[in-house]
């Protein structure tokens, strides 16, 4: 069960940092092809640059990686981890400290 845990945890712990590497990328490929369309006009609309805005702003939000899988695989190792540890509890009492009675 420990090596589940860290195996959930580790492919967990690298979809994050994925996903945090590759979102400055994303953006910056679809401002820049957003860009490059609006790069021959000196002059637009109000309604031109809203739909812009828009556009770019809902493909931004569509290409950004999802990371409530890897989060989940992140807690779903970490209480394997935890499950796995408290069942390696060793109590190390002999017969005759069991058998003692407490004094203060």
Known sequence: ???????????????????????????????????????????FTSEQVRQ??????????????WILPAAGLMLVGGILLDRAYRGQKVYDHTAEQCAAPNRR
Do not use: N
Not at 52 to 65: G, H, K, M, Q, W
């Open 1 to 43: 069960m420990r090596k589940i845990g860290y195996a959930l945890l580790s492919i967990g712990f690298v979809w994050l940092l994925w996903c945090s590497l590759s979102i400055r990328p994303l953006a910056r490929a679809i401002v820049v092809r957003h860009y490059e369309q609006l790069a021959g006009k000196e002059t």
């Open 52 to 65: 812009s805005i828009r556009t770019s702003t809902f493909e931004l939000v569509d290409a950004i990686p």
